[in-house]
């Protein structure tokens, strides 16, 4: 199954900002809608955003997302310890008919 | 407030069969996509499976392909995941989840359950 790419890890200091990149291909995000799901430890994922850039009822603004081409960008600004956790992105995939998810990219906040 | 339940998890052996449920409340379950990820100890998200409102779109992961298979009963808001021909590669959290834009453009999930644990072992 298709994968979309995400850095295994990022990190940054307490209220400094940090992306995190997801590639992929013109088979997915090239011509799809892309979502981010933040996913604490020992818990269920919960969606991040949707549509490429909107958020949920309830998500802070400090999130963001964007996409351009056969890439997508999940930003959060402000950090703070609370948001140490693994975020994931995901999309449909043509080539294959199913929905993918990056490998997932683990946030330290230093 | 949406409220799914995962259940039918536990300890199966290799090549054997399980059913996992997910009770859903909270809204109008028969006008809503659901779907199905899993998540393998210390690994990624996964996507098994999903299905539309009425049944009539239905997907699934090549992983699981044949082996595998979801349905829904709209009568009582529970979705299902039929798992034949287990394998070790099985082992995971399984969750289910809402699955909104199914069949109209890629698909999120904005409510999941706490998930159900599959071990597939001998």
């Known amino acids: 199954q298709s994968v979309l790419t995400q850095p295994p890890s990022v990190s940054a200091a307490p209220g400094q900002k940090v992306t995190i990149s997801c590639s992929g291909s013109s088979s997915n995000i090239g011509i799809h809608y892309v979502s981010w799901y933040l996913q604490l430890p020992g818990t269920a994922p919960k969606l991040l955003i949707y549509?490429?850039?909107k958020r949920p009822s309830g998500i802070p603004d400090r999130f963001s997302g964007s996409k351009s081409g056969t890439s997508a960008t999940l930003g959060i600004t402000g950090l703070q310890t609370g948001d140490e956790a693994d975020y994931y992105c995901?999309?449909?995939?043509?080539?294959?008919?199913?929905?993918?998810f990056g490998g997932g990219t683990q946030l330290t906040v230093l | 407030e949406v409220q799914l339940l995962e259940s039918g998890g536990g300890l199966i052996q290799p090549g054997g069969s399980l059913r996992l449920s997910c009770a859903a409340s909270?809204?109008?379950?028969?006008?809503?996509?659901m779907t199905w990820v899993r998540q393998a100890p210390g690994k990624g998200l996964e996507w098994v499976s999903g299905?539309?409102?009425?049944?009539?779109?239905?997907h699934y992961a090549d992983s699981v392909k044949g082996r595998f298979t979801i349905s829904r009963d709209n009568s009582k808001s529970a979705l299902y995941l039929e798992m034949n021909t287990l394998r070790a590669e099985d082992t995971a959290v399984y969750y289910c989840?809402?699955?909104?834009?199914?069949?109209?453009?890629?698909?999120?999930?904005?409510?999941w359950g706490q998930g159900t644990l599959v071990t597939v072992s001998s």
């Open positions: 989840a809402v699955a909104t834009n199914w069949g109209i453009s890629a698909p999120y999930f904005d409510y």
């Open positions: 549509d490429n850039n």
């Open positions: 909270g809204f109008i379950f028969s006008s809503f996509a």
């Open positions: 299905t539309s409102g009425s049944s009539d779109n239905t």
């Open positions: 995901g999309t449909w995939d043509n080539s294959v008919s199913a929905v993918i």
